[in-house]
Structures are given as C-alpha cells and as structure tokens.
C-alpha cells in the first residue's frame, strides 16, 4: 500500500461511502473531498464534510497509517491545525493538532479489486503498463488527454524558458539565441552547444554576421575547434588567426574540444556540420528573435531555415580532411525539430506574457500544422494502434511517454485511472 493510492481512492470518492464514522464513532458525511495541494502541506485543500450533523470545512491528510501524524510531526506544526479529517489505511494511533485538540481519523474501506488492478498496471513489465487495455478507452477521452498533455508539454518548456529570461534580465533575443543553439546539437549535443552560445554572448556574435567567415571564426573557435598546432588547410589557419584576434578582443575562454560527441554520430550530424549551418542562421538572419514574431505561416518560418553550409564544409565533414563534395542543407526532418523545440516554446512563452492570445494561437496551429514526428517513442505508440495525424498529436504522445508511462504515474494520468476505475465498476 502507498499514499499515491489511498490519494487516487479518497480523490475520485472509490470508498464505501454508506454508514461511514470516524475513529469516536461519529458519523461522517464527505460533501466534497478537496483538491490536491500540489504544495507544501495538507494534501487536499478546501474540503467540506459534516460530522454528527455539523458541517465542516478545512484541509484533509492522508497516511498509511494513522500514527504517520506524529512521524511527521504534524502534531507539531501549525500549518496542520486547520485539518478536519485523517484518512488512513490502518488506525494505530489517535491524532491531536498543535493545541491537542483531537484530528477525526477515517479508515478507509474500499473493493479489494481495486488495489489488485493497480498493483498489476504497476507490475507491468516494459514503459507503457497499460498496454494490453488501452484499446478499451474511448477514442475521444484518449484525444481530450492528448490535448491537455501538449499544453502541459509547452508549459514545461516554457518554465525553463522564464527561469533564463531571469537570469538574462528579460533579454529575449539572448535567451532565444542559446535556446536555438541548443537545438541545433539535435540530442548529443545539446549541451555543449548550450555552452557555446551562453560562452559566446550575442552582442558578439552579431557584430560580425556581415562576415561568415568571423561568425564561424567565433563559433568553431569558442567551441574548442581551432587547435593552435599541428598541418591544417587554409581555411582553418585563416579561422584560426582570426578567432586569435577576436578571443583577445573579447576576454573569450574557448570550451574543451572534448566536450563535442563525433562517435556514434551521422556525418551529416556531425558538431562542425551544425555549427556551420548555425553560422548561416547568424549571417543570413539579421534581428532573428523579432522575425520569428513577424512569421505568420509554416513556410515562412521554414524559409528562415533553409541555409546551407559555407562552401568549405561541401568538402568537408571535419577540418582538414576531404570528402566528396555535396550541399549540406537543413532536412525537412531537422527543420521541424527546430520549429518543434525552439520557435513553439518561445511564441507561446511571449503571447503568454504579453498577453497576446494571437501568438500563443499560432504556436498551436503550427504543431496541428506539421506532419507527425518520427522518433523511436511516436514509433512504439504506433505500434500499439495509437496513430498521430500531426505534430500537435507526436508532441502529446511524447509527454505522456516521458512524464507518466516512465515514471510509472497511472494515478496521475487520465488513461490510467479510467482503466482501473472501468474495471471495478
């Protein structure tokens, strides 16, 4: 037996509520259970119940056990003295607030069954416990789930979005910038490209985007890229002489050129690929935060990404050493990706603090927009019957994956609990 659990019966009311009294033998009546505090203390808030008649309104705590009050020393805390009712499993002990005034205790009875279903979703073997009995749930409850889950996906993101917006003083082209730089390591190297831009600040960078050759100069060189010794090519000996003169300009301190993941990597994914395309961004795209408010359109934010390259690296994959000539061009695919992790996020995060629904509207439009992505978790989903029509859908399916099937939270996810309230019905 958990907590979580005992919150999932007493929360959506699957306790026999006929003839039900308190450890004095009072009789009880819940009128309203409360809601979850996702705070710090009682678990549920703003709860009405009547005991021998009187009605009552207040908080209500839930233990294994009743004797959990004092190991929690609630008995000693004020912040627990305004609790009407204790729910527990199993009464051990009478409980008493901060004045010693006596805590009404409920044992919870409830189906066995119940428990049963629930211990058997959680023993489930493999991420997605409910598996087997996902078909049963109504199509359009799946959907309306979805739906929330993309919301809670973007508040997420958008969280840790605000938190740099704090530490940048509210600079949005900064935060905008590090956040598309993350983007662009696309997984393994999302963290040191996170490193580059917060090591590289924008004001920099942007005084020399008329150059592509400076903005990669700073990029490779900040990144640790630019060795000092050894038989290099032209190019890198002219990026190199001119990363020197501007590191000394600015006081920059390069990364370790370790932190940069080659192996297991597609060439076309390789760091230097994308921070030359990251360069382009830079070159080609002069006030980039305030163009992505301007956009109005799939296509128009797409043509922001269709760069390529500088003419060395069709030649190159690595410095130094050539390779059959071709264009490296942002994919479709990897387009997406940015659209997806960056642009989204950040129209949503602007039109919430500006209040500006138009924004936050387009940034829905745009994941209804653009087709499904295509990753192992929207490919397990698939093969459960469970098809996504767009990116809006992918973005939901990814959420509920990371946030609830991985962490083993049924109780906290819509499928779950109508799977195991359906099979005790």
């Known amino acids: 037996m958990n907590e979580a659990f005992l919150h999932f019966v007493w929360r959506y009311g699957l306790f026999r509520h006929q003839s039900i009294f308190t450890d004095q033998g009072e009789s009880l009546e819940i009128i309203r259970p409360g809601e979850l505090n996702a705070n710090a203390g009682p678990d549920f808030i703003n709860a009405r119940i009547r005991i021998e008649g009187i009605l009552w309104a207040g908080n209500v705590e839930i233990h294994i056990r009743s004797s959990d009050w004092y190991r929690h020393n609630h008995h000693n805390n004020k912040a627990f003295d305004n609790v009407i009712l204790q729910v527990v499993y199993k009464h051990d002990r009478p409980a008493v607030n901060t004045r010693r005034e006596h805590i009404p205790t409920l044992k919870l009875s409830f189906d066995a069954h119940l ?4 211990c058997n979703l959680m023993g489930m073997k493999g991420w997605v416990s409910c598996r087997e009995k996902i078909h049963s749930l109504d199509p359009f409850i799946f959907k309306c789930w979805l739906n929330t889950l993309v919301i809670e996906r973007l508040q997420e993101r958008t969280e840790n979005i605000s938190l740099m917006l704090d530490q940048y003083i509210n600079n949005w082209d900064e935060v905008f910038y590090i956040h598309l730089a993350r983007s662009f390591g696309f997984g393994l190297n999302n963290i040191p490209f996170e490193m580059l831009a917060r090591s590289l600040p924008l004001k920099y960078i942007t005084k020399h985007r008329d150059s592509l050759l400076q903005t990669e100069a700073l990029l490779f060189g900040q990144a640790g890229l630019l060795e000092k010794h050894g038989d290099f090519d032209a190019y890198y000996v002219t990026l190199r002489e001119e990363y020197e003169h501007l590191r000394r300009k600015y006081g920059l301190q390069p990364l370790e050129k370790h932190l940069w993941k080659f192996l297991r990597v597609r060439p076309v994914n390789f760091p230097t690929i994308r921070i030359s395309q990251f360069a382009s961004i830079i070159h080609h795209s002069p006030r980039l935060f305030p163009m992505i408010l301007e ?7 797409r043509k922001i990404f269709e760069i390529e390259t500088s003419l060395y690296w069709q030649r190159h994959y690595i410095f130094n050493t050539l390779s059959d000539q071709k264009i490296k061009k942002l994919g479709k695919e990897s387009i997406n990706i940015l659209i997806i992790n960056t642009i989204i996020p950040f129209l949503f995060i602007y039109g919430s603090v500006y209040h ?9 439009e745009l994941l209804e927009n653009m087709p499904p992505e295509r990753n192992r978790i929207v490919k397990y989903w698939s093969g459960l019957g469970l098809h996504a029509s767009s990116a809006f859908y992918t973005q939901g399916l990814l959420q509920l994956a990371n946030s609830y099937c991985a962490r083993k939270r049924c109780l906290a996810c819509s499928v779950g609990i109508k799977i195991i309230k ?4």
């Open 115 to 118: 428990y049963e279903t629930y």
């Open 422 to 425: 359906s099979d005790n019905m």
């Open 295 to 301: 956009c109005k359109s799939l296509e128009a934010f």
């Open 356 to 364: 500006d629904e138009i924004l936050k509207n387009r940034a829905i």
